[in-house]
């Protein structure tokens, strides 16, 4: 395990600006107004060859402990309870303020190291913040700057101290595709359909910011957890909230606009997709939008129908979105369609059992021999049409990829195959070769005619 750093500081000091710096990239989102960090987020922070797990944290606020300030608050608590050394950010540009002032007092009484970096310090403009920082009590302040990456090494210099560097690397992995490897688990879904409450559910703590408010989630968000399947075996699986995913038409907030692009790179990350519906709400035009979203994306999809403990009537409410998804999804038809409940944790098991199923079809590889022999079958059972009296003639058919799974269909005049012997085509790959409601993908390749510019 890498030591862990706990970013902390009020809102809007840069510290989500100073999280992505350490990680080499932009995961955090950063925004001029304060507060836009509300959930914990981890990473894996390189720093001039030292290496370490980042905590990014919501702005500390002094709001009541039931408010969402107050529950941000309780967040950015745990995290630093968890963490080997704190990271104390304050605007060197602004000076000290009453909060810095509660802020330093409250990480005084604690036992944890504390690291203060007096940020936005490029130029002159924040030489006297660092000065007055010294008021802190937390000894010298670092001067740095986490948007032109000034101070580095001095930021090296104070942690150091605080971290053991001498902990056993770990292997890395060498096979994506591994059934070892973890499962990297999105869930996806509108605004307050109770996604973060089922991650919490998951993992046996509060991990995850949750409340009434619709869209408190921003950022992505990547736990790391294990799940005992019904044979006992640990599964390792990386876990990823994503902000709530609202008709276009009606993001108007940049912020959101944000979280929501943030929330589709995830999907990109994912292998299998969970698409969280209200089932009290039932199926929308959105939660179409999304599911269509993911299958273009080439990623596994699975339907939960959260908030199940409190429908009435469930087995029509079942059938009734099982059909609109059938007809809204004519590209994928039998996606999976688990009930849970993410309060009373009611169908979780089988829900990541489906996952890791569903994982599985979607990374599995069929032999050329196996393919072909299938394919064989499909033509003699419905052989190409001949448009204009002329055959079009498949050769043969190879797997190049999995991951999604990816065809390759050979022949000639391939440029006037119906969209419908395609489909054809690609349903028999689904239904007799093993891979499920996974999306699977088939390219048309044509041998090149030697006379064509003759």
Known sequence: MLPTVAIVGRPNVGKSTLFNRLVGKKLA???????????????????????F???????????????????????????????DVALFVIDSRAGITPLDEEIARWLRSGDIPVVLLANKAEGRAGDDGVMEAFSLGLGEPVPFSAEHGQGLADLFQALLPHIDREEEEEEPETEEDSESAPLKLAIVGRPNAGKSTLINRLLGE??????????????S?????????????????????TAGMRKRAKVQDKLEKLAVSDGLNA????????????????????????ADKVLEEG?????????????????????????ALSDGLAQVRGVPIMTVSGATGKGLDDLIRVAFETRTAWSQRVSTG???????????????????????????ITQNKTRPP??????????????????YLVNGIRRELGFGAVPVRLTLRSAKNPYANK
């Open 29 to 51: 989102l950063v925004d001029d107004q304060p507060g836009v960090t509300r959930d914990r987020r981890e990473g894996e922070a390189h720093l001039l060859g030292l290496d």
């Open 53 to 83: 797990t980042i905590i990014d944290t919501a702005g500390y606020e002094d709001e009541d402990a039931q408010s969402l300030p107050g529950r941000m608050r309780l967040q950015t608590e745990a995290a630093v309870d968890s963490a």
């Open 206 to 219: 509060n991990r995850l910011l949750t409340g009434p408010e619709a869209g408190i989630t921003r950022d």
């Open 221 to 241: 968000i990547a736990v790391d957890w294990t799940w005992t399947d019904p044979d006992g075996n640990d599964r390792p699986v990386r876990l990823i909230d």
């Open 267 to 290: 999907v990109n990350f994912a292998e299998v997709v969970v698409l969280l519906l209200d089932a009290t709400r039932g199926l929308e035009a959105q939660d179409l939008r999304i």
């Open 299 to 323: 990623r596994a999809l699975v339907i939960g129908l959260n908030k199940w403990d409190t429908v009435e009537n469930g087995s029509a409410l079942y059938q009734g979105i099982k059909q």
């Open 370 to 396: 196996i393919l072909n022999r299938w394919f064989e079958r499909a033509l003699e059972a419905n052989p190409p049409p001949a448009p204009g009296g002329k055959r079009i003639k498949l050769r043969y």
């Open 406 to 423: 990816t065809f390759v269909l050979f022949g000639t005049r391939l440029d006037e195959l119906p969209e419908s012997y395609r489909r």
